[in-house]
């Protein structure tokens, strides 16, 4: 039956693989694509754009089919999208290898993908869709959380309380930036041109309110932002057009930032095409489509350099939104500055990121348990326990029960241990599967993101998300994978990702205390490598060698 169905993974302890490694991997590959998961899981679509977790519903079918015949010592592998070998491997290998979207350097542009992946023959994976990992709204929620509160630190005094912030964009990922913002006491106006997606976000309780128009939404943001009230609105509209409505009328606005599909110009609506035109217009015609929403982007663009010159804090967010603004012929496009440099690589130099895992038994009193053991294994990291608490309280669960939080070197693997000790003793009901996303310390080469501005020009080295692919699947991960293109679109990243299940077996233990140390090391070594101190501390601190450094 390969025609679209409703897919929701299995909970409870009943195996219907041969062992839960396997287990977990299919349960996370049906997550991905639970209604209450994916953003358009007819088309197996998870987020960002078109990041999908299987080529199409017969690979979605054989997929399922392998994993749930997969030996323990076998590994299948996956080529984007599509199971093509089952191979006799070891149980210290990891059960599925999966490469996704990637493409010889001169063909890695979106035209030439479009027109292999029409033919059947590539998909789009994204980060966390095509590796299958991906929990939902909340996995980019700490992230964001982090990044609003680095603002606040660096330019308004440790809160965002009497400010306001602009951004658009409340797709999988850009729908975290409204409750990033109230967790950090702030006020956000949030621009989006499908309506449906501002419902979705009010309904999981990542946006506060609808604005009846813009009017409105400034009305409501000066009585919350004078109250010092946490408040975020939606407001329907094309950034394109809003953007520089607000700057020409003055709007008062103290950060201003991105979470549009920008990084596939496809995926942007331009100014001037009705949303309800968007899909057939793309599709009739895709390069006049890039033109105008390259266009449409240098105006957005202009307006947020608009803003900074009227002195707000304004960053990139990830999507190269700066890049398409300079293909569309703006020039001072690269004026702002992205996150990263701005506020994450000292987070990185620490092998500090996003750690997260989810509960396969669906119960979410086991998260709330692995909650308290993170509480208690950092009782010092008051940040950590702030957001713990927080997302305990505020966090609405899509599909499994997952959590994510930042942790760094060493801290990654107490806290693997501590949850194989929590399977092992059935303080938890079912294994847990820990994974990260591939925006992480050592895991991505993306000179627009996570890897622009380092501080030894190497930004575009894609080395090192190969090497860390490579010392997962030594060190036994559960699944590892490589892909291209996510977060920033064709021909700008390269990045990995690894997902390791705790099952409460000895084994798991040796497996997730070598990966769990390896793989934030990576970011570690390669930080050291760029040169950055405090990273040469970290892995003098931790035992960490660096043959450079050494003789
Ligand atoms: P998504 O496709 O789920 O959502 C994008 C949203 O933007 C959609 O709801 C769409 O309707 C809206 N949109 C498109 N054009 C618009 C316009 N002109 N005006 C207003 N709204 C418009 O994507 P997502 O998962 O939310 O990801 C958003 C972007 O962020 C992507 O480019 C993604 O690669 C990037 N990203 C960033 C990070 C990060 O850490 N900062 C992480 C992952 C992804």
């Known amino acids: 039956m390969s025609t679209p169905r409703t897919v929701r993974a299995a909970r409870g302890t009943t195996l219907s693989a041969k062992g839960w490694q396997q287990e977990a991997a299919l349960r996370m590959f049906h997550n991905n694509l639970d209604p209450e998961v994916a953003e358009h899981p007819d088309e197996l679509v998870v987020y960002g754009g078109t990041g999908k977790a299987a080529r199409d519903w017969r690979s979605f079918d054989r997929i399922t089919a392998s994993l749930r015949d997969l030996e323990g010592d076998e590994t299948l592998l996956v080529q984007s999208g599509r199971p093509v070998g089952i191979m006799r491997t070891h149980e210290w290998a990891p059960r599925v290898l999966i490469a996704n979207s990637n493409l010889v350097g001169d063909w890695a542009n979106w035209p030439e993908f ?32 982090e990044t609003f509160a680095a603002v606040a630190a660096k330019r308004f005094g440790g809160t965002l309380a009497g400010t306001v912030t ?38 999981h309780r990542y946006l506060d309110v609808r604005a009846d128009g813009l009017d409105h939404a400034l009305e409501l943001a000066a009585a ?5 009230r946490p408040l975020s609105i939606g407001v329907l509209g094309n950034a394109a057009e809003v953007f520089p409505e607000l700057l020409s009328r003055g709007a008062p606005v103290d950060i201003v930032t991105d979470q549009t599909s920008a990084h596939d110009p496809l995926a942007y609506l331009p ?33 947020m350099v608009g803003f900074m010159d009227a002195g707000a ?38 092998g500090r990121g996003p750690f997260r895992w989810a509960a396969l038994s669906g119960d979410p009193a086991d998260i709330a348990r692995t909650d308290r053991a993170v509480l208690d294994l950092f009782p010092e990291n008051e940040h ?47 294994p847990l599967a820990i994974g990260r996303d591939h925006l992480d310390t050592g895991s991505v080469a993306s000179p627009y993101r996570e890897t622009e501005g380092m501080k030894d020009g190497s930004d575009a080295i894609a080395d090192w998300p190969l090497l860390n692919a490579l010392v997962n699947t030594s060190s036994g991960a559960s699944w590892v994978s490589i892909h291209h293109g996510g977060g920033v679109g064709m021909g700008r990243s390269l990045h990995a990702g690894q997902v390791s299940v705790a099952d409460g077996t000895d084994l798991a233990a040796a497996k997730l205390e070598r990966v769990l140390t390896n793989d934030p090391a990576m970011g570690v070594i390669r930080h050291v490598d760029a040169g950055y101190e405090e990273a040469d501390r970290v892995a003098r601190a931790h035992g960490i060698r660096v043959p450079m450094r050494e003789g």
């Open 114 to 145: 479009r027109r292999l992946e029409a033919q059947g023959l590539t998909m789009y994976g994204q980060m966390t869709a095509g590796s299958w990992i991906y929990i939902g709204t909340q996995g980019i929620l700490q992230g964001t959380y």
């Open 166 to 203: 602009l951004t658009a964009g409340l797709g999988g990922m850009g729908g975290a930036q409204p409750l990033a913002v109230t967790m950090n006491d702030g006020v956000a106006i949030v621009v989006e041109c499908d309506s449906s997606r501002i419902d979705r976000r009010i309904e």
């Open 224 to 228: 919350a932002r004078d109250a010092r």
């Open 271 to 303: 100014a001037g095409v009705a949303f309800e035109d968007w899909r057939a217009l793309a599709a009739a015609g895709p390069e006049e489509f890039t033109k105008r929403a390259r266009a449409s982007m240098a105006a957005h663009v202009e307006a």
């Open 313 to 350: 804090e304004v960053f990139d967010y990830g999507n190269s939104i700066r890049d398409e603004a300079r293909s569309g012929g703006f020039t001072r496009a690269f004026d702002f500055p992205g996150f990263v440099p701005a506020y994450i690589r000292p987070l990185f130099c620490e």
């Open 384 to 430: 950590l326990a702030r957001w713990i608490r927080m997302a305990g309280e505020r966090v609405a669960f899509q599909g499994l029960p997952a959590r994510i939080c930042w942790l760094g070197q060493g801290e990654r693997a107490a806290a693997g241990q501590r949850f194989n000790e929590l399977v092992a003793a059935g303080e938890v009901s079912a």
